[in-house]
């Protein structure tokens, strides 16, 4: 239980890390998480789970520049066995059938979206991905993001709200599903509001327990108090409280 079967390196701080847990392999679906302990005495990190291989009984997340994992990323082996994975975590949501959807996000936030956008493939969506990013940070993990996806559309910060709203005019875009930094997706969230498209954010909250106990990852959706941990991570970008998400994530920076 809990094996790394496999690891493979996208860049010098991305990697897939394949992992045996039967439980999880086989309860997943697009939109949940796990809960990882790297080593005995090391910190409980969430990660979105990017796929899974029910017959193999193997779990996959990625390992995505995130501060601290430089370190564990040294201490992984193929044959080491994880002190603790816990999971499948979180509320997966309803995946679109025959839309065409907009996915968006920089390189960290297409993280949780590669099991969104291969779901939304799957049920027969035409997927159009902009990443917000032009550094390795996202081309690292450009292939997988163009497997499913019927177009890729590579955006700066800058030219990020223009390239949104172009696509959106020029493609007819039904659905809008989003993730990375707060500002950004409460910029996306506006124009989505301002065109009348619906739209779902994949959020990234401090975690400890993933089982709603500890009150850490608290967000105010629709004017309600909220669990990422077990009301999301998925949630309507129209009702999420963006500037309340931004003040408390700046609490663990």
């Not at 394949?18 to 790297?38: C, D, L, S, T, W």
């Not at 601290?68 to 066995?81: F, H, S, T, V």
């Not at 059938?97 to 907009?102: A, E, F, G, I, S």
């Not at 223009?162 to 993730?179: F, P």
Request: hydrophobic share 40%.
């Amino acid at each position: 239980m809990n094996e790394i079967v496999e690891i493979f390196p996208y860049s010098s701080r991305t990697m897939s890390v394949k992992i045996r847990n039967g439980i999880v392999a086989r309860r997943a679906r697009p939109g949940n998480f796990v809960i990882v302990r790297f080593s005995e005495h090391g910190p409980r990190l969430p990660f979105s789970i990017v796929d899974t291989y029910p017959e193999r009984e193997i779990v996959e997340i990625i390992l995505h520049r995130a501060e601290g994992l430089d370190e564990i990323q040294k201490l992984l082996r193929p044959g080491n066995e994880l002190p603790d994975l816990l999971g499948p975590l979180g509320k997966a949501p309803v995946i679109d059938k025959d839309l065409k959807v907009l996915c968006c996000g920089d390189g960290a936030g297409f993280v949780p979206l590669l099991p969104i956008i291969k779901a939304l493939h799957e049920n027969g969506c035409t997927v159009i991905s902009v990443m917000s990013e032009k550094s390795d940070k996202t081309t690292c993990l450009s292939d997988e993001i163009e497997n499913y996806s019927d177009k890729v559309i590579l955006a700066s910060d800058q030219n990020l709200n223009q390239v949104l709203k172009d696509t959106i005019a020029e493609k007819g875009i039904e659905k809008i599903w989003m993730a990375g930094p707060s500002d950004m997706m409460k910029e996306i969230a506006e124009i989505a509001k301002a065109k009348k498209i619906p739209a779902d954010c994949v959020l990234n909250m401090v975690m400890i327990d993933g089982i709603g106990l500890c009150g850490t990852c608290r967000v105010i959706v629709g004017g309600e108090r909220k669990q990422t941990c077990t009301d999301g991570p998925v949630f309507d970008a129209h009702l999420v409280d963006f500037d309340q998400l931004s003040n408390r994530q700046r609490l663990f920076e």
